[in-house]
């Protein structure tokens, strides 16, 4: 396999080639009305039930791909009428709240990882499992609905539908233009964090001030980073999961962000990263103004789209010179994604929502649009092969992800310890990493400090007796091998 230079090699040497729910807050008419065409109920009634589903538009084109996804269903429930009502993604939480607090709930919402357990220990997320049947649990692999590790399931009940499997939303990607490299002498990905670097430098300095070596996607891209070096708990919540202590100043988190800070003061990354929003990332990369980045696997599809002829490389994640120490967590087979609310007036037919919303049809029709990897693998198992692009995700997939301890799921403790520690994001090291970066200061003393506030953070929590140490520690637990939660 052709290989990047290693770094004792000259560089020629392989030289081979508005708050959105304020507008839809108004709409939020949950109840039914008459129906003037004489259209029946989902239950046979003379009535048209109205339903408000509160989703995030993305990604681009998502707005007309529900729309039209909703007219099919209610083609097909002529008693069923779907209001949509659209948020940013950074919103979408706020939002929803807001409609629960005044009395005006959606009947479907999307809240997805911390934000999902956010809804659900306000009580606003309604229990599935009078609703789930076989055929139902027929449709994902088998033993992935289990309460103990779907990431559904709370307290041993179904509480949310999956859109796309955890195990691809998590992943951790690197994708690269083959071009640019091989421009200034690469004939392949950087492996390790320091031949990174001396690309990025490279492709940079080559770039007379239009092309840049890296991006790294805000934070994003150094948690990713340091996710091949550390257990992803500690750039998760700087709770390191081997000993249940604080370990942002975890050698390794430093050196990943010393990296990054580095780069950025050399002028490795591209200009202006700092005011960037969550799309640019793929957009820039797309129109070639720079080499490298940390990549979300639905970035994949909007590259191709915006630049089909781009020679794009799609490979894991460099690791720490030292080596691998770690993998991109599979903390749960699903993320959750919809809910029904606990408010709702008409739950039996917000559960043909959430079922169409987890059908075949439904997946395979978002598989189609986006060419993202949908939790029903059996619609698009046997396309990916014929596109090269996802079938080197998936091959990312294969040989960089890992099952990993979930405190949420292993004890009420463990859960007690992290939702408290997801209203607390001013604990993450974040903000402090890219502070860091930006005003190129060390980033080792902002570390100890945010340590010595998440060991007062615990000790509070302790000290109540709802949870204890034991709830985030799993010492036999091995970072480089698959973790076992039934033993």
């Known amino acids: 396999m052709s290989h990047v230079r290693h770094a004792q090699m000259s560089r020629r040497s392989v030289l081979t080639a508005g708050l959105g729910a304020a507008a839809g807050l108004g709409l939020a008419a949950c109840g039914s009305s008459e129906d003037p065409s004489g259209g029946g109920s989902s239950s046979g009634g003379g009535a048209t039930v109205e339903l408000t589903l509160a989703l995030i538009p993305d990604p681009p084109g998502a707005s007309e791909f529900y729309r039209a996804q909703m007219d099919a269903f209610e083609a097909a429930n002529p008693g069923i009428r779907i209001n949509i009502i659209e948020n940013p993604g950074d919103q979408q939480l706020s939002a929803v709240e807001l409609m629960f607090q005044q009395g005006n709930a959606p009947d479907i919402y999307r809240a997805q990882a911390a934000g999902f357990d956010r809804m659900y220990s306000r009580g606003w997320a309604r229990s599935l499992e009078e609703f789930v049947t076989d055929d139902f649990r027929s449709r994902f692999p088998e033993g992935s609905l289990e309460p ?11 509480y949310s539908i999956p859109l796309v499997w955890g195990k691809w939303s998590a992943m951790d990607l690197f994708v690269y233009n083959r071009s640019l490299l091989a421009a200034s002498g690469f004939d392949a990905a950087p492996t390790t964090w320091g031949e990174l670097e001396e690309i990025a430098r490279a492709v940079t300095a080559d770039g007379g001030g239009q092309v840049f070596g890296m991006a790294p996607e805000q934070a994003s891209g150094i948690v990713r980073m340091s996710r091949q070096g550390v257990p992803y708990s500690i750039p998760g919540d700087g709770i390191n999961l081997m000993t249940g202590e604080p370990d942002t100043a975890n050698p390794t988190m430093i050196e990943a962000v010393e990296l990054m800070r580095r780069m950025n003061a050399e002028g490795s990354l591209i200009t202006g990263w700092e005011s960037w929003d969550s799309s640019r990332s793929y957009t820039e990369f797309a129109a070639g103004s720079f080499a490298m980045y940390t990549a979300q696997s639905w970035h994949i599809a909007e590259i191709r789209n915006l630049n089909p002829d781009i020679e794009m490389g799609i490979v894991a994640v460099p690791v720490p010179d030292s080596g691998r120490a770690s993998y ?70 294969e040989s ?54 998440l060991r007062t953070f615990l000790d509070e929590i302790f000290a109540t007796g709802d949870a204890s140490v034991e709830d985030i520690s799993f010492p036999d637990w091995d970072p480089l091998q698959p973790y076992d939660a039934a033993n």
């Open 148 to 158: 103990a590790s779907s990431g559904l399931h709370r307290n041993g009940e179904l």
């Open 328 to 397: 991109t967590p599979i903390t749960q087979q699903f993320d959750p994604l919809w809910s029904m609310s606990s408010e709702t007036e008409h739950p039996e037919e917000a559960w043909l929502v959430l079922d169409f919303l987890a059908s075949a049809d439904f997946y395979r029709a978002y598989y189609e649009e986006f060419g993202t990897l949908t939790a029903m693998q059996s619609v698009w198992e046997d396309e990916i092969q014929a596109n090269p692009d996802l079938s080197e995700v998936f091959g990312v997939a």
């Open 400 to 453: 960089t992800m890992q099952v990993v301890p979930n405190p949420k799921l292993a004890s009420e403790g463990g859960a007690t310890i992290l939702n408290a520690r997801a209203e607390r994001p001013e604990l993450r090291f974040t903000d402090s990493a890219l502070e860091s970066m930006i005003k190129n200061e060390d980033f080792a003393p902002k570390a100890a400090a945010l340590d010595e506030q």
